[in-house]
């Protein structure tokens, strides 16, 4: 039981990992510190498990900050969204990934210079090369390639730039000139390894029609690029996605497989170790994913266990399993996959017996105890299983899928006993037909019915009127809520009913100490989610009366830009946006010098330390001047900006003062291709000003000064920038009728969000395409 708890803390560590705050030099000291306590307290075990838990905890973040390369001029990133194109030499490090209209390639750099240059430099780190679709590159091929690196964009509902940073890649070649260069650059052994598999995917393609070809090709070799869309809808559709992905499942096949057969074969002792072998072989063989690892460590673990005469606790493998893919890879642990896999393996250790002897208590009155116990092994293998798998994975799959599958618990009983001969049958005849491929066609003839009964069922089941329902995005709290009750009264049920109490915790306590572990595990993922995305942020915050505007720059860093006349509205405001472990603010920005604008920033520096003060307004009034002498009384530093100046934040985004005048300043906030203009502190004057100059354009997002009001946005003004999204900062139920109908009328054609109506307002970029949401949308 110990070990779990070490394993949670660790993995609880690598979670908080990625949060700004602490700092890797903070975590070390945390985990120094209390290392120490432990020894201090080491005659008394429930305090010093404590601290070992918090002392490993702080390793694990630290793991994960020391995981995270540095992104500078010696990397290939560096040469990113130059607009220049770039060469490149390097070797291909992973099997290519051929699809309809190109081959991905998997290139660790060597060299790397502009096209025009003379001279390659050193260069170093993973770049996605998109290749020729008629090219035939194979692992360990030494390539040059041209082309324009660009940075992985993002999308609405999937950050494909996370998904590669995950395994290392923070560049991308989508359009590419390759030469090869050289063969045979990389790891004899693992070239071997692949060209088998290739060799094996070959076989089958000219053993097998398609769909059956493809489908067998995902289950035996991990290869799913060439499933047919239909097909991979049909499986998204009924839940039973992890027929095609590699996992706990085919690991489970082939460990049985190879153990019995060595065993006979070798022995006892030399079959198990042929076995660990030949599991790692297959791993590497189908691609070596998350889900896959997760299972053969298990697997080999269990192996273990049985030859040192240890009882095979599968809890305690889980655990160990995963705290030694994060100690390799950190980032494993956002791996939809891992998750998955984990959370089935999990809900299989913890549920299916119960599930199993539930069902076998219910049928004893009716049946003879033989044929009870043998009933519930065929129902609890197809359907109980299912079931108790799908306890722990159904709010990650609707969190992730937006959808929930309904008719998995009928699919997968039906499919499920088919799997076993699919892979058995089809890895004979794959390995006899690359021997020779007339020996493996009877085999396929064997094979191919039932690989075509597991996609018409899945079709099938797809096209029931009721085979799922679709969700909108799932919020975290409710994922964290579920698992909390799932656990915490898991728990309290086993206290109950075994009368035992786990001993680190008080006899009442029990249930409550796992839901709060649960919770905490919660609070971490919150934090890993509140990590940087390497977006551009600007929210409107709802502050009532006055405006107030937080900005979050792609690294993560946070800048307020005024702060509304009520410090109690605006400190609600900050702690519901900021992340939730990062209760700082790097800059403060005055834009404007009202008191409305102004008054609820005092005090703010006492609840939301701040790291510099930017004044782009004249000094003026109370608030003002508290203000300044608030924040140079902490020892921060005081600076002025005046129209011109431009604050660089990161990632090839500025933010510009453009115009400013004795009551505040206009500002230009601008992400690659994407403009916005901060207006809120503009009074007539400047935007008379602005206009005369002719210097306006075209923008994505304006914020309009004084809440709308005529007076200040007039006809031209908003010709002039003709924004997609206007953003009103204005308090519900003013006095002065805010927004004015007469603006309103103006931006018939653009999409208005004010926050009387809409709350705060929250602007996402990744410097070409733009997402919107708001606290209330209509």
């Known amino acids: 039981m110990r070990l779990l708890w070490l394993v949670l803390a660790w993995i609880v560590g690598i979670a908080l990992g990625p949060s700004p ?29 404590l601290f070992i838990c918090l002392s490993l905890l702080a390793v694990g973040a630290v793991r994960y900050k020391s995981s995270q390369p540095e992104l500078g001029p010696g990397h290939a ?30 290139v660790r750099t060597e060299t790397a210079s502009e096209v025009a240059a003379d001279q390659m430099r050193p260069a170093e780190g993973l770049v996605l090369v998109n290749a020729d679709a008629f090219g035939e590159w194979a692992y360990g091929d030494r390539v040059e390639a041209i082309g324009a690196l660009e940075t992985p964009p993002v999308f609405e509902t999937f950050s494909y730039r996370d998904y590669l940073a995950r395994q290392g890649i923070y560049s991308v070649m989508r359009t590419a000139s390759v030469t090869r260069l050289a063969v045979n650059q990389a790891n004899p052994i693992l070239q071997a390894i692949f060209a088998l598999r ?34 991979e809808e049909a499986f998204n559709e009924t839940g039973t996605t992890h027929i095609i992905a590699i996992s706990g499942f085919n690991i489970t096949i082939v460990a049985s497989v190879f153990v019995s057969g060595l065993g006979r074969w070798l022995g006892a002792r030399r079959g198990a170790w042929a076995a660990a072998l030949a599991i790692a072989i297959y791993t590497i063989f189908v691609g070596a994913g998350a889900s896959v690892i997760r299972a053969a460590v298990m697997a080999g673990l269990a192996l273990l266990a049985r030859r040192i005469g240890r009882r095979d606790d599968a809890l305690i493998s889980l655990g160990a399993a995963s705290a030694l893919m994060t100690l390799v890879n950190p980032t494993a642990l956002w791996d939809v996959g891992f998750q998955l896999s984990f959370a089935a393996t999990l809900g299989l250790v913890l549920y299916a ?29 197809f359907v109980l299983f299912t079931l108790a798998a799908q306890l722990t994975t159904l709010p990650l799959s609707a969190y992730y899928f937006h959808r929930i599958p309904l008719v998995a618990l009928i699919a997968n009983p039906v499919i499920l006993p088919a799997q076993p001969a699919v892979m058995i049958l089809g890895g004979i005849s794959a390995m006899a037909g690359s021997i020779w491929l007339p020996l493996g066609r009877p085999l396929a003839w064997l094979t191919w019915p039932f690989v075509a009964f597991t996609i018409r069922a899945v079709e099938f089941f797809a096209g029931w009127p009721l085979a799922g329902i679709e969700l909108g995005r799932l919020a975290l709290p409710i994922v964290s809520g579920y698992y909390l009750i799932l656990f915490g009264g898991t728990a309290a049920y086993r206290a109950i009913a075994t009368r035992r109490l786990e001993w680190i915790l008080p006899r009442p306590l ?10 905490f ?4 993922w919150r934090a890993a989610v509140d990590q940087p995305d390497g977006m551009l942020h600007l929210t409107v915050l709802d502050v009532g009366s006055g405006d107030a505007t937080l900005i979050e720059s792609p690294s993560g860093r946070f800048m307020l830009i ?4 009520s410090t109690i509205a605006l400190s609600d405001a900050l702690g519901r946006r900021l992340p939730l472990f990062y209760r700082a603010l790097d800059v403060v920005l005055v834009a404007g010098n009202s008191e409305d604008q102004l008054a609820g920033l005092a005090g703010v520096p006492g609840r939301f330390p701040i ?27 005081v600076t002025t900006m005046v129209p011109g100046q431009v604050i660089d934040l990161g990632q090839g985004a500025t933010l510009e003062v453009i115009a400013g005048d004795d009551h505040g300043s206009v500002l230009q906030l601008v992400h690659g291709r994407w403009r916005a203009v901060l207006a809120q502190s503009a009074d007539p004057p400047l935007v008379a000003q602005l206009l005369k100059s002719g210097e306006l354009s075209e923008v994505q997002v304006l914020v309009l000064p004084d809440g709308g009001f005529a007076g200040v946005n007039p006809p031209a003004w908003l010709d002039a920038l003709r924004p997609q999204l206007a953003l009103i900062s204005v308090e519900a139920g003013n006095r002065r009728g805010l927004p004015s109908p007469v603006v309103l009328d103006h931006l018939a054609e653009t999409t208005v969000l004010r926050t009387d109506v809409n709350g705060w307002i929250r602007v996402s970029t990744d410097g070409e395409s733009m997402w919107t949401e708001a606290e209330r949308l209509p």
């Not at 040469?79 to 220049?84: E, R």
């Not at 076998?360 to 043998?374: G, I």
């Not at 595990?521 to 971490?524: D, E, F, I, N």
């Not at 005024?562 to 006349?565: A, E, F, L, P, R």
């Open 77 to 106: 990133s560096a040469y990113n969204d130059t607009g220049h194109r770039i060469r490149l030499t390097g070797v291909v490090v992973a099997p290519p990934d051929s699809r309809e209209t190109y081959v991905g390639l998997r």
């Open 611 to 637: 790291g510099a003060l930017v004044l782009a307004a004249p000094p003026s009034g109370r608030a003002y001047t508290a203000l300044v002498e608030e924040v140079t009384q902490a020892g921060r530093p």
């Open 353 to 381: 017996d119960p599930l199993k002897a539930w069902f076998v208590a219910r049928v004893l009155s009716r049946l003879p105890k033989p044929q009870a116990e043998k009933l519930g092994g065929i129902v609890g293998e």
């Open 510 to 519: 029990v249930g409550f100490g796992l839901a709060g572990l649960a919770l």
């Open 21 to 49: 705050q602490p700092t890797t030099f903070e975590w070390a000291v945390i985990a120094v510190l209390a290392l120490l306590a432990s020894i201090a307290f080491r005659r008394q075990s429930r305090y010093r498990l």
């Open 521 to 524: 595990s919660g609070l971490a």
């Open 198 to 231: 290739q060799r094996g995917l070959e076989t089958i393609l000219r053993l097998y029609p398609d769909p059956e070809a493809s489908l067998l090709s995902g289950i035996l070799l991990g290869i799913e690029s060439g499933i047919p869309t239909r097909v």
């Open 562 to 565: 005024n702060g509304g006349s």
